[in-house]
């Protein structure tokens, strides 16, 4: 069956990193677009990041720009989101989804990771 494992969370001081990773099987992984999406406290949940299937374009939220890389091995069938310059706004659940095609309507998100906790605070 489909599966979307996130790992990489934690607790991390502001001004740190972390690394998350998404390991997908049970589907074509290079055929779908993938997306990281948070879910910050007492908020709706924020598209983040979108990477193509062949992983040459991503697009990004205004907030991470500049901070936040994601990056696709297709080999590995893993996402990877690399998070720098992290701030406690930062601090949600980061989930990572899959979709066929393209978009910000994370209704239209095929598949579904249970998601990582990231923490920032010192």
């Known amino acids: 069956q489909v599966q979307l494992v996130e790992?990489?969370?934690g607790l991390v001081q502001p001004g740190g990193?972390?690394?998350?990773?998404c390991a997908a099987s049970g589907f074509t992984f290079s055929n779908y677009w993938m997306y990281w999406v948070r879910h910050r406290p007492g908020k709706a949940l924020e598209w983040v990041s979108a990477t193509n299937a062949g992983g040459g374009t991503t697009y990004y939220t205004d907030s991470v720009?500049?901070?936040f890389t994601a990056s696709r091995a297709n080999v590995k069938?893993?996402?990877y989101l690399q998070m720098n310059s992290l701030s406690p706004e930062d601090t949600a659940l980061y989930y990572c989804a899959g979709g066929r095609w393209y978009g910000l309507d994370l209704t239209d998100y095929e598949y579904w990771g249970?998601?990582?906790?990231?923490?920032?605070?010192?």
């Open 114 to 122: 249970q998601g990582t906790q990231v923490t920032v605070s010192s």
């Open 77 to 79: 069938n893993t996402l």
């Open 7 to 9: 790992s990489g969370g």
């Open 65 to 67: 720009k500049g901070r």
């Open 17 to 21: 990193s972390l690394r998350l990773s």
